[in-house]
């Protein structure tokens, strides 16, 4: 039988064949906090929509609608499904032409993709895979009008006739608004109920166990149900005049469903419980782990009592083989690291100083020199929040790539038109087409063609930037060039400015970045103002607007005492 853990990383690192292939970007943070605790892990999700809709119900099975109406069954299609928001009047003028539903089918709202429309097909054809992280959600329309009914006799319950439907009355346009909704699976119920009570102090009403019992997966499988309360559901008839109006109603109410959401995400965050954070000895784990080689800080390579803790560490987790002590702090553009071997397999140590191990996340695996590149476990969370970012059929440059395991994790899982890796250690740079090697031989890709959309391209990332054509990638993931000894850029020449100056032209309209950097405790809690006031002026000169996403913690723990890495997301609107 499979354990918790074990059927975790199973499911997360299925393709997600949602209409949009990827999480919903308001859906992604709670997410991600849910999914880095090893307790719980998210089965389906929806950060809340909108959309119009026609026909008798969506699981009829009437042959005369489904003939009259079309394609959807029992006739029922909906139309212009949004995750947002409406932004103008005259994009609500856009969205409520009920005239324009065939020849502007999105009408301003979600870009219509279809799955395998890029051609990246899954191995066997994945007819059989679960659809996953986005919840459908659906129900029955609201029902036409019914005649009034017979008086009910005693003890009985009335007959409900069976009214025929006009072509007019099937045809009726309907706006529904449904709301935050998301299904978590827990290890026990002792942490569905902490879920629960993180859930209901953000503000849920609608929050309970929805299954539990023992499958044949695993042991004790408890789901979690979370569903807001903003609903609409109405007809529309002549919609003229009346549009902003009807945005302003779903405005309304997706501003209230997501600012539940934000409390949600620091209930969460907030939320004590915990099975995973503590060792048998209930001492909490202070090493990192890279594949099989554990990582302790904080040690005295010299002392005795070094090897009595590698020893230690070896003992309670079979899986390691090596324990390493890091000695200094990372150094160099490179960022490499000094590790000496304290117990496990000695000659692991190269000639040249690498120290080479296979790390793995969620099914995607790649090589790591731990000694002559960077690379840290820490980051896994924020590693699977990108992934989840990313949408189907983009085009994405990945700058500083590293070994590259966030590149690889987007290869493997999403339905990507084109991924490019730009790195300048030679040494990250044979890690990486190692890994890439990897991924077209691991059964746990789900993307069938993944190996082939990959480029790896090597040098200075200044240099690279000026061969890449503008306005041609979707998303692009930057860290912020700086050295861990100093309080700033590499140097003058080579700012953050200057390089989001050249990195952001490549962006397509709208196109979304990953920006990394360093922060203070207190910059975190305020949301990175900083950061982002930097990524606002170059913006600005470059005469574009930013719309910012997203700003917080990258990965788990502190690079530093009261500093973190921190993302940015922001989308670039340049007309």
Same mark, same amino acid.
């Given at each position: 039988?499979?354990?918790?853990?074990?059927?975790?990383?199973?499911?997360?690192?299925?393709?997600?064949?949602?209409?949009?292939?990827?999480?919903?970007?308001?859906?992604?943070?709670?997410?991600?906090?849910? @999914?880095?605790?090893?307790?719980?892990?998210?089965?389906?999700?929806?950060? $809340?929509?909108?959309?119009?809709?026609?026909?008798?119900? @969506?699981?009829?099975?009437? !042959?005369?609608?489904? *003939?009259? #109406?079309?394609?959807?069954?029992?006739?029922?299609?909906?139309?212009?499904?949004?995750?947002?928001?409406?932004?103008?009047?005259?994009?609500?003028?856009?969205?409520?032409?009920?005239?324009?539903? *065939?020849?502007?089918?999105?009408?301003? /709202?979600?870009?219509? &993709?279809?799955?395998?429309?890029?051609?990246?097909? %899954?191995?066997? /054809?994945?007819?059989?895979?679960?659809?996953?992280?986005?919840?459908?959600?659906?129900? %029955?329309?609201?029902?036409?009008?019914?005649?009034? #009914? !017979?008086?009910?006799?005693?003890?009985?319950?009335?007959?409900?006739?069976?009214?025929?439907?006009?072509?007019?009355?099937?045809?009726?346009?309907?706006?529904?608004?449904?709301?935050?909704?998301?299904?978590?699976?827990?290890?026990?119920?002792?942490?569905?109920?902490?879920?629960?009570?993180?859930?209901?102090?953000?503000?849920?009403?609608?929050?309970?166990?929805?299954?539990?019992?023992?499958?044949? *997966?695993?042991?004790?499988?408890?789901?979690?149900?979370?569903?807001?309360?903003?609903?609409?559901?109405?007809?529309?008839?002549?919609?003229?005049?009346?549009?902003?109006?009807? !945005?302003?109603?779903?405005?309304?109410?997706?501003?209230?469903?997501?600012?539940?959401?934000?409390?949600?995400?620091?209930?969460?965050?907030?939320?004590?419980?915990?099975?995973?954070?503590?060792?048998?000895?209930?001492? $909490?784990?202070?090493?990192?782990?890279? /594949?099989?080689?554990?990582?302790?800080?904080?040690?005295?390579?010299?002392?005795?009592?070094?090897?009595?803790?590698?020893?230690?560490?070896?003992?309670?987790?079979?899986?390691?083989?090596?324990?390493?002590?890091?000695?200094?702090?990372?150094?160099?553009?490179?960022?490499?690291?000094?590790?000496?071997?304290?117990? $496990?397999?000695?000659?692991?140590?190269?000639?040249?100083?690498?120290?080479?191990?296979?790390?793995?996340?969620?099914?995607?695996?790649?090589?790591?020199? #731990?000694?002559?590149?960077?690379?840290? !476990?820490?980051?896994?969370?924020?590693?699977?929040?990108?992934?989840?970012?990313?949408?189907?059929?983009?085009?994405?440059?990945? %700058?500083?790539? /590293?070994?590259?395991?966030?590149?690889?994790?987007?290869?493997?899982?999403?339905?990507?038109?084109?991924?490019?890796?730009?790195?300048?250690?030679?040494?990250?740079?044979?890690?990486?087409?190692?890994?890439?090697? #990897?991924?077209?031989?691991?059964?746990?890709?789900?993307?069938?063609?993944?190996?082939?959309?990959?480029?790896?391209?090597?040098?200075?990332?200044?240099?690279?930037?000026?061969?890449?054509?503008?306005?041609?990638?979707?998303?692009?993931?930057?860290?912020?060039?700086?050295?861990?000894?100093?309080?700033?850029?590499?140097?003058?020449?080579?700012?953050?400015? @200057?390089?989001?100056?050249?990195?952001?032209?490549?962006?397509?309209?709208?196109?979304?970045?990953?920006?990394?950097?360093?922060?203070?405790?207190?910059? &975190?809690?305020?949301?990175?103002?900083?950061?982002?006031?930097?990524?606002?002026?170059?913006?600005?000169?470059?005469?574009?607007?930013?719309?910012?996403?997203?700003?917080?913690?990258?990965?788990?723990?502190?690079?530093?005492?009261?500093?973190?890495?921190?993302?940015?997301?922001?989308?670039?609107? *340049?007309?």
């Amino acid at each position: 039988m499979s354990t918790f853990l074990e059927v975790k990383n199973r499911v997360l690192s299925k393709r997600d064949r949602s209409s949009r292939g990827r999480i919903d970007q308001h859906a992604v943070t709670i997410c991600s906090l849910i @999914n880095d605790r090893e307790e719980f892990y998210t089965t389906s999700s929806c950060s $809340g929509r909108f959309h119009l809709y026609r026909g008798v119900g @969506n699981k009829s099975s009437n !042959a005369d609608t489904k *003939k009259t #109406l079309g394609k959807g069954p029992g006739g029922f299609d909906r139309f212009r499904i949004s995750h947002g928001f409406i932004a103008s009047s005259e994009a609500a003028l856009r969205y409520f032409n009920l005239e324009t539903l *065939k020849e502007d089918p999105e009408g301003g /709202g979600d870009k219509i &993709v279809e799955v395998d429309q890029y051609e990246n097909l %899954l191995e066997g /054809g994945g007819a059989e895979e679960e659809e996953e992280e986005e919840e459908e959600n659906e129900s %029955l329309p609201l029902a036409p009008p019914t005649a009034p #009914l !017979a008086p009910p006799t005693l003890n009985s319950h009335p007959t409900v006739p069976e009214l025929q439907v006009s072509e007019d009355e099937a045809s009726l346009i309907f706006l529904r608004f449904e709301s935050f909704i998301l299904h978590v699976c827990c290890s026990s119920l002792n942490a569905a109920d902490a879920l629960m009570s993180a859930a209901r102090s953000a503000g849920y009403k609608t929050v309970g166990v929805q299954s539990s019992g023992a499958t044949s *997966k695993v042991d004790g499988k408890v789901i979690v149900q979370v569903l807001g309360d903003e609903f609409l559901e109405m007809p529309l008839f002549d919609t003229k005049g009346k549009e902003v109006m009807l !945005a302003k109603l779903v405005n309304d109410r997706q501003r209230r469903n997501w600012a539940k959401i934000g409390r949600f995400e620091a209930e969460v965050k907030r939320m004590e419980y915990s099975e995973a954070d503590k060792t048998k000895g209930g001492k $909490g784990k202070h090493y990192d782990v890279v /594949g099989d080689v554990a990582i302790v800080k904080d040690v005295d390579v010299n002392s005795p009592h070094a090897e009595t803790i590698g020893m230690d560490i070896m003992q309670s987790n079979s899986k390691i083989k090596v324990v390493a002590v890091q000695n200094d702090s990372l150094s160099g553009v490179e960022k490499m690291s000094n590790l000496t071997i304290v117990a $496990g397999n000695f000659s692991r140590l190269q000639k040249d100083g690498g120290l080479v191990t296979t790390h793995q996340e969620f099914g995607i695996k790649c090589l790591v020199d #731990l000694n002559r590149t960077f690379f840290t !476990a820490r980051m896994g969370p924020e590693r699977i929040r990108l992934c989840n970012c990313v949408s189907r059929g983009e085009n994405v440059l990945s %700058l500083f790539s /590293g070994v590259g395991l966030e590149g690889l994790m987007i290869a493997g899982r999403r339905e990507i038109s084109g991924l490019t890796f730009v790195e300048l250690n030679p040494v990250a740079v044979n890690c990486l087409k190692r890994g890439l090697e #990897l991924l077209g031989r691991n059964k746990a890709v789900v993307v069938k063609g993944a190996k082939e959309r990959v480029k790896i391209l090597e040098g200075d990332a200044m240099e690279v930037l000026k061969s890449l054509e503008d306005n041609s990638f979707d998303r692009i993931i930057a860290p912020r060039p700086k050295e861990s000894s100093t309080d700033g850029d590499l140097s003058s020449e080579f700012s953050g400015s @200057n390089f989001l100056e050249a990195m952001l032209p490549k962006l397509k309209e709208r196109g979304e970045c990953h920006w990394y950097d360093f922060a203070a405790d207190h910059e &975190v809690e305020s949301g990175c103002p900083r950061t982002k006031k930097g990524i606002e002026d170059v913006v600005r000169q470059l005469g574009w607007r930013a719309e910012f996403l997203y700003a917080g913690k990258a990965g788990s723990g502190s690079i530093a005492k009261r500093q973190f890495r921190v993302c940015i997301d922001f989308r670039v609107i *340049k007309a």
